[in-house]
């Protein structure tokens, strides 16, 4: 966990201070809608359909477990007892008045949480691998460098009006737990022929209306130099960005039509002009950020304790052992992965009971610690293995044990029709039947790694672009119908996916997931054939054939 400063503590409150005056004016009529828009969404308030609805920065998806108890008091107090874990490793809450809003901010600014920069044109919440300092072969802790990241470019001048909202992602391990490929900019920590610590840089990521997996820019660059070239891809972006047309607004169409090498050229001759400069980090300045993160005092455990061995005769357990638990690097210990996918419910929504219980479970066999994931799921990341089965009895009483971590009811969905005033379908209520429909355990192992991504609209907060199977709600004639893609993948070897015909209305989505789940199955060569990867062998033909063969 980092530890928080004064300048911190200071930045957050006075932002608190400056937004209830913001908010008063508003309510008093002295500041329009219009006028207040700009206000509001740098404090992460958008308006949705029904309501205000706020949006806190959880940077790099860490949580403590007062923290955690802090939303979850937010939602009881605030909202509707409940909030929505994001994509980009925020929490929403959708029914907040407009005149509680300070109020809840100056709640959440007492334990280091605010909404800042989660909306808005400016450098959003920087994320990484929600595995972070904890997953086996990583170079070295991401999040060290996203702390970075994030104190640079909280509130910087130059960069909090930019022609559109820019997000960066980081990892540190060769499996891409945090979808570099598909974000403005995407750094990966590698390591040089000279055994050097830096980074692989990638730009022009992104999905929306016009979708694009990043391209590398540069293949190595030191971690002394990386705050300097980042800023020289943001002032080129700055300068060159169009502000004319939002939908082409973004650094990858940038990129796009200038072509990766002209763009690289750009940001090659501006950072030169300044590596030198104030940017350049010092390992006096990184090793002091360093020291503020603190680490579990590990002790020396059993890898296989006698705990875990009596509990695996229990196959409801072995199921979510064999599901949700991965390896640490840490001998002894174990990252449980707790699922906010049950069926039949919203994906990503957690209750302000579960958030209170996972705050306490996290205090008792996670010291003290959670992560959030882009897949709208939690984690526990240092979980003892004899605390194994006493932690899966309690997930499982507070409905967080469900086994379908990565498989194809762990679905990906954005709030749709039902809260956002810009969808043109609903989500949620596709997840939850498609999740009804293969809600067996044993039908869902059968199908193996499987994601589904769901968007109601182009936008594309539900990554639909990049699912396995991604489906997108567009409006035709006042009606729902859905595109279905398949082939997509966020990971280290991402693409977007590729849409098998023409949308299909509604009430027949469910059913058209289902034909292209049981071609699959037909059509795999061998039970270990993943579905991406059997996609990428027959192409979309026999799904498509099977799916309209009767349509």
Known sequence: MYAYDEIDRTLVNERVSEFRDQVQRRLSGELTEDEFKSLRLMNGVYLQL??????????????????????????????????????????????????????????????????????????????????????????????????????????????????????????????????????DIGLRIKKNEQGETGFEVLVGGGLGRTPFIGKTIKEFISHRDILSYVEAILRVYNQYGRRDNIYKARIKILVHELGIEKFAQEVEEEWLQMRDGVLALDDVVVEDIRSRFSYPNYQKLSDNPDELKAAAADPRFAMWLGNSVAPHRVPGYSIVTLSLKPVGMPPGDATADQMDAIADLAEKYSFGEIRVGHEQNLALPNVAKRDLPALWRALDKIGVATPNVNLITDIIACPGLDYCSLANARSIPIAQELTKRFANPDLAKLIGKLHINISGCINACGHHHVGHIGILGVEKNNEEFYQITIGGRADEQAEVGTLIGPAVPYAEVADVIEDIVEAYLALRARPDEVFVEAVKRLGVTPFKERVYATR
């Not at 929600?130 to 170079?139: D, M, N, S, Y």
């Open 50 to 183: 029904h309501a205000y609805m706020l949006r806190i920065a959880i940077p790099y998806g860490t949580l403590s477990s007062p923290q955690m108890r802090k939303l979850a008091h937010v939602a009881r107090r605030y909202d509707r007892g409940y909030g929505h874990f994001t994509t980009r490793q925020n929490i929403q809450y959708n029914w907040i008045k407009l005149s509680e809003l300070p109020d809840a901010l100056e709640d959440l600014a007492s334990v280091g949480i605010h909404g800042m920069q989660t909306s808005g044109n400016c450098i959003r919440n920087i994320t990484t691998d929600q595995w972070a300092g904890v997953a086996p072969g990583e170079i070295e802790d991401p999040r060290i460098w996203a702390e970075i990241l994030r104190q640079y470019s909280t509130m910087h001048p130059e960069f909090s009006f930019l022609p559109r909202k820019f997000k960066i992602a980081i990892t540190a391990s060769e499996n891409d737990r945090a979808a570099i490929k598909v974000h």
